[in-house]
């Protein structure tokens, strides 16, 4: 990983990506932005804020979403996270976090940006900081059982009609 292939990959994905609605567009200008001032933006290093990849992972006939009860956060969130070394791009990234945080094997991501979002959290840096989402929809393989991983209070499938109320996720 260098810090230039994530950027690289976040600035192609977000040009490419045409939002659906005006707020999404909104965010979408405003992280170009902070990624047009921040070369290292895609690091967790970055301590104002930082590009993170999430996964939203869908159950192989789309009905289910799975969904981690976050420790730090306290909700119900999609699965995800900073990019690491060895990650060449953010998708690679979300895939790589779908994948430890469900313990699922087999997963399929597509490769085109499924949405963004922003967040405000302290996250393993210590300090306040802000996580610009981008979200890459990932589908589980038919039976799919997933196994909670360190990072999660609890981990199961939902359905897309049926999500807590407490949920912080994006479902299209």
Do not use: K, N
């Amino acid at each position: 990983m260098t810090a230039e292939s994530l950027h690289a990959s976040a600035t192609e994905l977000l040009t490419a990506w045409r939002p659906d609605s005006g707020a999404d567009a909104s965010l979408r200008e405003a992280i170009l932005a902070f990624l047009g001032s921040a070369p290292r933006g895609c690091l967790r290093e970055h301590a104002p804020g930082h590009i993170t990849a999430s996964a939203v992972v869908f159950s192989a006939d789309g009905r289910e979403v799975l969904l981690t009860l976050h420790p730090r956060v306290g909700r119900w969130i999609q699965l995800g996270g900073h990019c690491e070394p060895g990650d060449d791009t953010v998708a690679a990234a979300a895939l790589r976090e779908a994948t430890e945080e469900s313990g699922i094997p087999g997963l399929r991501l597509e490769p085109e940006l499924y949405g963004v979002q922003a967040h405000p959290i302290t996250c393993s840096l210590g300090a306040p900081t802000r996580h610009l989402d981008l979200l890459f929809r990932i589908t589980a393989p038919p039976g799919a059982v997933p196994v909670r991983s360190v990072e999660s209070a609890d981990l199961r499938w939902w359905p897309v009609d049926g999500l807590p109320a407490d949920a912080d996720v994006l479902i299209r």
